[in-house]
């Protein structure tokens, strides 16, 4: 019995996506559950896996290509109706046919539209996959080694993704994600349509550092192996901050301003595929150890692609880390339709002066950038200052002053 193999139900706010990549090729045996493709979002990448054990039989939608919701993109021939076909010697014809779709069943794919791009002879190449299967990492070495016959001009043209500039170095060519697109896109939206503006200050991390170095090891037995680090200081902060100036905590839709009642805060994590935001939800209730745990689950789902659209749906701020790649100074860059955003930088120790002597502390530039149509700068660099005290003496986190 053949099997479909069709794509998720999307949410409203997602109308399509993209074959990002097939982990099996036609012919191939699959297990039950076992992933098959990736599906890609404009937010998230979603997994596709087997609906039961058997063959791949079909891959109706290749990589790159637009699909909708529950829409048939393979099939699966079920391991109970897999049969040995029956060639009868008395028919030549019939054989050659079946030698020829043995043929075409030991190529992939993706390494049967280069071999044709490129007019390859199959019998001069290598398969390296199972069972002799040649893939496309086969065609593209053979292009590499220089010992592929260059197709004529008016017969065949190189693969789009591979390639000589024009002083005859190597290029590789690839497709942006539409992840990394939709980051883009939004991104450039944020620079041409808000009035962004960004100030800036800097904060002592000297005592919240104290506080790690002292409790970390005693916070890490009584909350089950999770870490005390310096984003859920930031995190409390900031919600404090945005308590007091709610104006920091709005959304702007079309010509209304929404005052958010509540503090949903998006933590910026780098993936492999992008920038992504996951949202941490009601902070206001949470302690140090809840937005530690989220913070290390939101970076493992980030890594592994298994960020799910509810993750990172909604928000009311955002803070964003540059810091962890050695960032010293930057200006973020908003995540409408909040209004503002906040930078965090590396802990570098600099000269201070302190009550009239000079002080070695570690030291961190914050940003906070912000629109000016909805924030005035006052406000702006109340709440940056707000969060530069409570950082340099957490005691006020605790008190609430």
Known sequence: MTIEIKAPTLPESVPDGTIANWYKNVGDTVARDELLVDIETDKVVIEVVS???????????EAGATIVSNQAIGSVLASDDK?????????????????????????????????????????????????????????????ESGSAPKPAASTATAPANIGMSKEGRLEERVPMSRLRSKVAERLLHASQSTAML???????????????????????????????????????ACTEALKRYPA???????????????????????????????????????????????????????RDGKLAIEDMLGGTFTIS?????????????????????LGMHKIQ??????????????????????????????????FLVTVKELLEDPTRLLLEI
Not at 51 to 61: F, S
Not at 91 to 112: F, G, L, W, Y
Not at 205 to 223: C, G, L, Q, S
Not at 265 to 288: H, K, Q
Request: zero cysteines; proline letters at 5%; charged letters at 25%.
């Open 349 to 382: 120790e600099r000269p201070m002066a302190v009550s009239g002597e000079v002080v070695v502390l570690p030291m961190m530039y914050l940003a906070l950038s912000y629109d000016h149509r909805m924030i005035d700068g006052k406000e702006a660099v109340q």
């Open 198 to 236: 960004t100030t800036f200050n800097e904060v002592n991390m000297k005592p919240v550092m104290d506080i790690r170095n002292r409790y970390k090891e005693e916070f890490e037995k009584a909350h089950d192996g999770t870490r005390l680090g310096f984003m859920s200081f930031f995190v409390r």
């Open 51 to 61: 609906p039961t054990d058997g063959t791949l039989k079909e891959i109706l939608m």
């Open 321 to 341: 880390n540059g810091g962890v790649f050695g960032s010293l100074l930057s200006t973020p860059i908003l995540n409408p339709p909040q209004t503002a955003i």
């Open 248 to 302: 920091v905590n709005a959304s702007l839709d079309g010509n209304d301003v929404v005052y958010h009642g509540y503090q949903d805060i998006g933590v910026a994590v780098s993936s492999p595929r992008g920038l992504v935001v996951p949202v941490l939800r009601n902070v206001d209730s949470m302690g140090l150890a809840q937005v530690e745990k989220e913070i290390r689950q939101f970076g493992l789902k980030a």
């Open 83 to 143: 049969q040995a076909p029956v060639v009868s010697k008395a028919e030549p014809i019939v054989e050659a046919e079946a030698a020829s779709n043995e043929t075409e069943a030991m190529i992939s794919p993706a390494a049967k539209k280069l071999i044709e791009e490129n007019n390859l002879v199959v019998a001069s190449i290598a398969g390296s996959g199972k069972g002799g299967r040649i893939t496309k990492e086969d065609i593209l070495k053979k292009l």
